[in-house]
């Protein structure tokens, strides 16, 4: 159908809304409350239009198209309404903007320059709201919030946990958890995809960045550091490099450069995760253990499990996460391999993922008194530091990874999409089961970005039904089935965010569904081209096996590799 835009015909879609038709024709329209794929809230009002036939400005993320309507995108009535509304919220907003976490890429920000708002309009006083510190990974600063609604949907509609919400009424109206409890008390996953949406400062990582700086400045201690699979197909975007595009190398020269003592790749665990979480499936099937198996890699999702179905615990395998398990091969294997006191290592991991903050704390991460992990950054945070030290990250010469942990298979490289780490277990648990390599890696089946994925893969005689869920959102369908008693499918991966790790909570700001897409085309493309895909062939993984753990799933694996998981009533004591 035709629509009449500023005197010019421009194509729109039977059923759409305005929004999406003016933006397909590179119509840029503000917006603070919309998110694509859900549906429209209209409560920001920065999208309004001038329609022809109306005295008032109407929503254009809200509004559908129909033939032969007439509008004004920048019209001067349109331009001041949005700039009302601008002034109208700055009015009750920090003017802390050289402090703010956000400055640069503040969308409110962004508006206020945009629409010239050079002065403050209204005056008076502003809401009181204190700072919620208590989560260890998610920081809400509440002062900042522009009630846009984008945490609460995303908390709600995408991810099915609904930890936090409107409250009040009028003017006295704000976002918080029950019962204005801390965050830490909620049922909040640590996922962080509130954090994505977030146009403000609102909803922040908790840092790690001031501890890690202290410690490489002041040297007092052997310093190592791991990234996680994804973050080396994500982190050049905050450099100015297209979505997708890898820098491992570049990457590594980075933080070698920042002053990190050893650079190992999070990729490397990944195979002796699914080393130890293959050996697992392979016993629970032989052996007639608790099926289906649950992976256990993603801590938002176990954190999930933990809040909302207890019940099903023991379907967890119990291996700790890539990031843990390094952590631990690092303060054992490594400490004596170099004869260095495990309590000298200072252990740092770069990760898209803001639950991985809250994962070094749990119980069963470390031995004694000695954390497997000391500290966490994400990938913003990454990028951060790289700035802070003057570095030219675009002007690095690639660099490799730190022995004895350096080689690692695309298999662990997987890792970072969603469905990755169910194929690369797969390909070794096939390997264990039968003693023979799978004909064909790929399971197209359980790529890509639908909800949940099923696909059927024969392993001898036996045919294991597997399932792949993108985002816990997607999980209670699958859950609730499996409780009903669905017994067809054998393992099951869950991966905390929507796409897997490459759009974790802690990687660039923002949602776009097409950078994520072209993030998963990096990883599979990765995977394709090298030669080593699979962990069991990883022949720095078999030396860490002959050297030090001796067999998976034996008595040194289980005592460094593996962990426990509790219920929500005893987390809280």
Not at 49 to 56: A, H, I, N, S
Not at 176 to 203: H, M, R, W, Y
Not at 207 to 213: G, L, P, Q, Y
Not at 379 to 392: C, L, N, P, S, V
Request: charged residues 25%.
């Amino acid at each position: 159908m035709k629509i009449i835009v500023i005197n010019n015909e421009v194509e729109a879609k039977e059923g759409e809304f305005l929004l999406a038709a003016l933006r397909r024709q590179g119509i840029k329209i503000p917006t603070l409350c919309n998110i694509d794929g859900l549906d429209p809230s209209g409560s920001c009002r920065m999208c309004v239009v001038e329609m022809e036939g109306r005295p008032d400005l109407v929503p254009s993320c809200a509004f559908p198209v129909y033939e032969g309507l007439k509008i004004l995108t920048h019209s001067e009535r349109v331009v001041t309404a949005r700039k009302a509304i601008v002034e109208l919220l700055l009015s009750n907003h920090p003017d802390d903007c050289l402090y703010c976490v956000r400055n640069g890429n503040c969308e409110l920000q962004g508006l206020a320059q945009e629409h010239c708002v050079s002065e403050r309009i209204f005056s008076g006083s502003k809401n009181s709201y204190k700072l919620d510190y208590s989560s260890p990974a998610i920081v809400r600063d509440p002062a900042k919030c522009v009630l846009c609604g984008k945490c609460v949907r995303v908390c709600e509609e995408i991810q099915n946990v609904a930890c936090i919400d409107f409250a009040g009424r009028g003017s006295k109206a704000y976002i918080g958890t029950a019962f204005d409890e801390g965050l830490n008390v909620s049922s909040c996953v640590k996922c962080g995809q509130c954090i994505l949406v977030c146009p403000t400062g609102a909803l922040t990582e908790r840092s790690h960045i001031d501890e890690v700086m202290a410690v490489l400045h002041e040297k007092k201690k052997h310093i190592v550091v791991q990234h996680a699979p994804s973050v080396s197909v994500t982190v050049g975007e905050e450099f100015g490099l297209k979505a997708g595009k890898d820098v491992n190398g570049i990457m590594t020269a980075a933080l070698r450069k920042m002053g990190f003592d050893r650079v190992f790749e999070t990729s490397f665990s990944a195979d002796l995760t699914i080393m130890e979480e293959a050996s697992e499936l392979a016993d629970r099937i032989q052996n007639g253990g608790k099926l289906p198996m649950f992976t256990s890699c993603s801590p938002g999702w176990v954190k999930y499990l933990e809040e909302f179905y207890p019940e099903m615990i023991d379907n967890l395998s119990s291996c700790k996460s890539p990031q843990q398990m390094l952590g631990a091969v690092i303060k054992s294997y490594y400490a004596e391999r170099e004869d260095i006191d495990p309590k000298d290592i200072y252990s740092v991991s770069v990760m898209p993922c803001t639950a991985k903050k809250f994962e070094i704390d749990r119980d069963g991460m470390g031995r004694g008194d000695t954390s497997d992990v000391d500290a966490v950054l994400t990938t913003r945070e990454f990028a951060k530091m790289i700035r802070m030290m003057g570095i030219d990250f675009n002007s690095l010469e690639p660099d490799g990874a730190d022995t004895p942990f350096g080689i690692r298979s695309t298999a662990g490289k997987l890792f970072g999409a969603s469905g990755g780490v169910m194929e690369a277990a797969l390909r070794t648990a096939h390997y264990f089961l039968t003693g023979k390599e799978l004909e064909i890696f790929e399971i197209k089946e359980i790529r890509g970005m639908k909800g949940i994925k099923e696909a059927k893969v024969m392993i001898g005689e036996l045919e294991v039904g597997v399932a792949v869920v993108n985002g816990v959102g997607n999980a209670q369908k699958l859950l609730d089935e499996i409780q009903a008693g669905r017994d067809d499918i054998h393992f099951v991966e869950i991966m905390t965010c929507p796409g897997g790790c490459v759009a974790g909570g802690g990687q660039p700001i923002g949602a776009d569904p097409e950078k994520i897409k072209a993030r998963m085309r990096a990883i599979y493309k990765i995977d394709k081209e090298e030669t080593l895909r699979t962990s069991h062939n990883n022949p720095d993984i078999k030396r860490l096996y002959d050297d030090y753990l001796g067999k998976p799933l034996g008595h040194k694996s289980h005592e460094l590799l593996h962990t426990h998981y509790v219920e929500r009533k005893d987390i809280m004591k």
